[in-house]
């Protein structure tokens, strides 16, 4: 499995997606867009690729500053769908916004919707939370998620099996659970 997974203060959540995992290829924050290209090209198209982090319809983000709030560039971009569509729904693209981004290349597999990390993200879309609950749902997506895939649930099937993981019926996880999609 290769992952694309910028280290990021937010989205340390989803490393549980892959730590102890055997074969996993991680490329972070460092990789030039060229060495993404390259590791993507010779990434063999039985594999499964997950992209995680933060993005928009535009892509998957990174930055070298994790202390600063803004992103200096994207990791994962229209330049690099080339090389995705060879992988033909074995792709994971878990940001915000991930399925705009999927849509708009034409590329299959499971991607999210926007999913809310960050109280300024909850305050923006009127979803009620504290930063307490956020920090255990976020945690609580993730350990879902995971078990999803150390059971070796197709890929078309999570966004059905996430509604049902939903256990708390909250603002946060209700919008948060339904915004998987398989495409």
């Known amino acids: 499995m290769l992952v694309i997974h910028p280290e990021d203060r ?20 460092s990789a030039s867009n060229a060495e993404v290209r390259h590791i993507l090209n010779h990434t063999s198209s039985d ?6 982090g933060h993005g928009s319809d535009q892509g998957l983000f990174s930055r070298m500053d ?9 990791i994962i971009g229209h330049s690099h769908a080339y090389y995705l569509h ?8 878990i940001w915000c916004n991930a399925d705009l981004f999927a849509r708009k ?10 999913i809310i990390t960050e109280m300024d993200e909850a305050r923006m879309y009127g979803i009620k939370t504290s930063p307490e609950e956020l920090s255990l749902e976020n945690d609580r997506l993730a350990d879902n998620l995971r078990g999803m895939f150390d059971q070796k649930i197709p890929l078309c099937d999570i966004p059905q099996q996430m509604l ?12 948060n659970y339904r915004n998987f999609y398989y495409l």
Do not use: W
């Open 86 to 93: 060879h992988h033909l729904g074995r792709l994971v693209g």
């Open 105 to 114: 290349e034409g590329l299959h597999g499971l991607f999210s919707g926007m």
């Open 10 to 29: 937010t989205t340390a959540m989803l490393s549980k997606l892959y730590s102890g995992l055997d074969g996993v290829r991680h490329i972070g924050k």
């Open 47 to 52: 594999e499964l690729i997950m992209m995680l």
């Open 66 to 74: 994790d202390t600063e709030d803004c992103f200096d560039r994207i």
């Open 164 to 175: 049902k993981a939903d256990n708390v019926h909250s603002q946060l996880t209700e919008f």
